[in-house]
């Protein structure tokens, strides 16, 4: 498979296509981080915990790519590998341009007529909601600070600091993410919720 290929799934605006524009990104990041990671474990004579150190890696990946979706102009990366590949070089996108204030949500326009649950409104919707499960599945093995009590705090204001960020890149704030982003992270959380407990009775 040729670039030329793969760049027609990454240009298709969906899911599949996003994520291969992030892949790149997210592997080179956690290739930086493992020899980083390794020479500082050897420098201070530590022993390296493979499945823990696995874990953080895998984080990583995850976060880089999770930022590079959520924080960077739509199809960003997409310019960079075709000035990369076909030489063809132009402007990867704007940040700090106008956006809408607040979307409504879909719900809302939905129930308006205002909107149709097409299929990818519906892909969207999920997109959202399952991109952030990893995250709230991953914290609490990451750091003990993340257990039960503050959870629900977690998955109201990280979503809501991402949407805050997100007027950078020139997009709305929407609720509908916010609400698929904080289950999201609610899921991945009670999902390694039973691990973690038994862990700490262990």
């Not at 499945?51 to 979706?69: I, Q, R, S, T, W």
């Not at 093995?141 to 959870?151: H, L, R, Y």
């Not at 982003?181 to 407990?197: C, E, K, Q, V, W």
């Amino acid at each position: 498979m040729d670039y030329e290929q793969i760049r027609a799934v990454m240009a298709t605006r969906s899911i599949t296509g996003y994520f291969l524009q992030v892949l790149p990104v997210s592997l080179i990041t956690g290739l930086i981080y493992a020899v980083c990671r390794y020479v500082f474990l050897k420098r201070k004579k530590r022993e390296i915990l493979w499945g823990k150190e696995v874990l953080y890696l895998v984080f990583v990946c995850y976060l880089a790519g999770l930022f590079n979706l959520i924080l960077m102009p739509g199809n960003f990366w997409l310019t960079v590998f075709d000035g990369l590949f076909l030489g063809e070089w132009r402007s990867p996108g704007r940040f700090f341009r106008y956006a809408e204030i607040i979307r409504v949500p879909f719900i809302v326009r939905y129930i308006r007529g205002e909107a149709a649950a097409t299929p990818w409104a519906i892909k969207m919707l999920l997109g959202n909601y399952a991109m952030f499960i990893p995250l709230g599945f991953g914290l609490p093995f990451i750091t003990k600070k993340v257990n039960i009590k503050n959870i629900f705090l977690i998955a109201v204001l990280t979503p809501v600091a991402i949407e805050l960020l997100q007027f950078i890149p020139g997009r709305s704030l929407d609720v509908d993410d916010l609400i698929c982003n904080s289950l999201g992270i609610l899921t991945g959380f009670f999902i390694a919720y039973p691990f973690i407990r038994n862990k700490k009775s262990d």
